[in-house]
């Protein structure tokens, strides 16, 4: 039977003493979690084990004993230390003494109490990290990254379900890893804080103020949760506004963000923990963006300068879509089109365009002003400015948008109307009811009217079937600047940026598994390995802490998407997932 001891790598200077650990029977592993230094009282060690149980629901016990080389040149205590296997029994004791000629090679000898048998050979003893291993956390991952050492050219993989307890262990224990040597207390230590315990004053003051902070956030923002759900603001108008304009459904995302970062409710489990770390940072860092966007927006008086450039602009999209309806109101490409029908969309759309640049001139003395206050939303983050950014493009181009489903409708209607002229023809039907095509005799009357409607309809398809083109290419382009902009808001809201930082500065803080290497290797003495953490990969994180959105992407296919186009059929880009589409 092979053992395996984990030994903290911060112990080989302790004093001699006593392991305190815990064995896990089903791996055949000794998890040492500290040493007990000598002088202590075994009464003292056994009330303190209870405690520590009784807290951390860990069945630590004693292991062994220690020896440390420097501490047997002062007192001979090792038949003492080996003595006491009576007083704190265990089916394995583990008697670990350290080598004259280095520190790092110890000699192992395990004694089962049952029949006193020494076993010297079948010991591995493995070191590890103690902080690294408790601020850790292991998950279940379905590839093993294991890493390798060229110096070496040795290691051994491992799976990550193997060593759960091992890493659960160290982590319950922290209680015991708050003692240190300023402590007075009876029972002195060594593990990794023995030295002192790891902590900052910055992040305990925050700790101090985050409550009222967060008591008075979590008001605040519950307040204003409860004026937008209040039946006034629901009414059908206005329902309709909040719920299609990109900047309030963006607000309201940030808004149950705060709600669950101000939430006092603790985190649970690890998910939760890393989910509000995740928003708060997104949080943060959205915010700093949109400050970043105001300081340089009122800097130079670059908003006058795009007030100025705005309505230039808008005239001159105005008078490109004006050259581009009387080319097709002539002869567009060589195509012969319907003298009668090409005039009358030719001058509708003119019409349109001269009330949006009537619009647009009407209200050219207050965009100035307009667009000065809404620089001042990007303070609430820059995906509220980019959201906003969005919202003004579609009132820019919503004429391009009245155009598009003006030519959509006509051609759909046409479309439909071909079909089921087309069915008639073949003495076909569509039946509402059973949702199929089914058999039907039509009279000469009705084949003669459907002959000429069907005549009517495919000779003016082809000018109906020009302008859908355009209009729906000019509408496309609108689409894609949306959804670039959508695209990014939709990283900033998404990205686990808490969890990336870990991975960039901690990257064993989201283990996905452990390595190990050959530490010491030396002829008759047990084997060394040093533990390693594997930590996660970027792309595991972002699929694993990724943060939910409210944006969707579409759920159609390419060729589903080709054939709404060709048919006729509106497609709506903002449209959110659970939303019924036309």
Not at 8 to 18: I, N, R, V, Y
Not at 91 to 105: A, G, H, N, Y
Not at 159 to 164: E, H, L, Q
Not at 351 to 376: A, N, R, T
């Amino acid at each position: 039977m092979v053992i395996k001891v984990f030994f903290p790598s911060c112990c080989p200077e302790a004093e001699s003493g006593l392991l305190l650990g815990r064995w896990i029977p089903e791996q055949n592993a000794a998890v040492v979690l500290a040493i007990i230094h000598y002088p202590f009282i075994p009464g003292q060690v056994k009330q303190y084990l209870e405690q520590i149980k009784s807290v951390t629901t860990i069945n630590v016990s004693v292991l062994g004993s220690w020896s440390s080389h420097s501490s047997r040149t002062k007192d001979n205590i090792d038949q003492f230390l080996q003595d006491l296997s009576s007083i704190f029994p265990h089916d394995f004791w583990f008697q670990l003494t350290q080598e004259k000629e280095s520190r790092s090679v110890f000699k192992c000898q395990v004694v089962q109490q049952c029949d006193s048998k020494n076993d010297k050979e079948n010991v591995i003893l493995i070191h590890y990290d103690q902080r690294k291993v408790m601020l850790s956390k292991l998950h279940d991952v379905d590839s093993k990254s294991i890493g390798c050492n060229h110096n070496t050219g040795e290691e051994a993989e491992a799976m990550t379900s193997d060593f759960a307890a091992i890493f659960d262990t160290v982590a319950k224990c922290e209680l015991l890893f708050m003692i240190d040597k300023y402590d007075e207390t009876p029972i002195k230590f060594t593990h990794w804080q023995s030295e002192g315990r790891e902590t900052s004053i910055i992040v305990e003051l925050a700790k101090q103020a985050s409550v009222p902070v967060c008591m008075v956030l979590l008001f605040l923002v519950t307040f204003v949760l409860n004026i937008c759900k209040s039946r006034v603001l629901n009414v059908w108008p206005l329902h309709i506004l909040w719920s299609r304009l990109t900047t309030c459904v963006q607000l309201a995302h940030r808004l149950d963000h705060l709600q669950t970062i101000a939430s006092s409710t603790k985190a649970q489990n690890h998910t939760e923990f890393m989910r509000k770390a995740n928003l708060f940072v997104s949080f943060l860092i959205d915010v700093g963006l949109g400050m970043l966007l105001i300081s340089w927006l009122y800097q130079q008086n670059r908003i006058g300068q795009l007030a100025d450039a705005l309505i230039p602009a808008a005239d001159h999209i105005a008078k490109e879509l004006e050259i581009l309806l009387e080319w097709l109101m002539g002869a567009p490409a060589g195509l012969k089109m319907n003298k009668a029908l090409d005039e009358v969309l030719g001058h509708f759309f003119l019409y349109h365009i001269h009330l949006w640049i009537s619009y647009i001139h009407l209200m050219s003395p207050f965009i100035e002003m307009i667009l000065w206050y809404v620089g001042l939303s990007a303070c609430l983050g820059l995906t509220v400015a980019l959201s906003i950014g969005s919202d003004i493009i579609a009132l820019l181009t919503f004429h391009i948008y009245c155009f598009y489903v003006y030519g959509a409708r006509i051609y759909c209607l046409k479309i439909y109307g071909l079909s089921s002229l087309w069915r008639l023809f073949r003495g076909k039907k569509w039946n509402v009811l059973r949702q199929r095509v089914d058999s039907c005799s039509y009279d000469l009357d009705q084949l003669f009217i459907g002959t000429l409607l069907f005549t009517v309809l495919l000779f003016l398809l082809p000018t109906t079937a020009l302008y859908y083109l355009v209009f729906t290419l000019l509408r496309l382009v609108v689409v894609v600047i949306q959804g670039f902009i959508h695209l990014l808001v939709d990283l900033i809201n998404s990205l686990p940026l808490y969890a990336l930082g870990l991975r960039l500065c901690r990257p064993y803080v989201l283990a996905a598994g452990v390595k190990f290497h050959v530490f010491q290797k030396v002829a008759g003495k047990p084997l060394h390995l040093l533990m390693q953490i594997n930590p996660l990969t970027y792309g595991m994180i972002i699929k694993r802490y990724r943060l939910p959105t409210y944006s969707c992407y579409p759920k159609d296919s390419w060729a589903a998407l080709c054939k709404k186009l060709f048919i006729g059929r509106l497609i709506y880009p903002w449209k959110r997932r659970n939303e019924k589409q036309d």
